[in-house]
């Protein structure tokens, strides 16, 4: 099997719609109150409202760029915060978080 979908939680839709459109040019179709799908992110996936900051620690959705100062610029931009950055064999990444407190990263290639 494969992963088909990614489903993160989202405190407000438009905080979220404003971050990922402008950091990464997603686009967005909301399903009601309580639901907003994403596309053109490499994987199709959606936001669920929720009403608290998810916790840390979870499973880690991880975005690629072939330039990792620019994708953290826009990042920063809109207001999103770097929480590390760091090296690895192979390649450099950074973790941040959104507006409502996912953390995802991005990574790219030595």
């Given amino acids: 099997m494969k992963i088909d979908y990614v489903e993160l939680p989202a405190i407000d839709f438009a905080a979220t719609k404003a971050f990922y459109g402008a950091a990464f040019g997603w686009t967005f179709e909301e399903w009601g109150d309580a639901y907003m799908a994403f596309s053109n992110a490499g994987l199709e996936g959606g936001?669920?409202?929720?009403?608290?900051?998810?916790?840390?620690?979870?499973?880690?959705?991880?975005?690629?760029?072939?330039?990792?100062?620019?994708?953290?610029?826009?990042?920063?931009?809109?207001?999103?915060?770097?929480?590390?950055?760091?090296?690895?064999?192979?390649?450099?990444?950074?973790?941040?978080?959104?507006?409502?407190?996912?953390e995802l990263a991005i990574w790219t290639k030595a």
Avoid: C, Q, W
């Fill in 47 to 102: 936001f669920r409202k929720v009403s608290e900051r998810p916790p840390r620690g979870g499973a880690l959705v991880i975005l690629y760029a072939d330039d990792l100062a620019t994708a953290e610029k826009a990042v920063m931009s809109v207001g999103g915060e770097i929480a590390e950055r760091h090296d690895f064999p192979g390649g450099r990444r950074i973790h941040f978080h959104d507006p409502s407190g996912n």
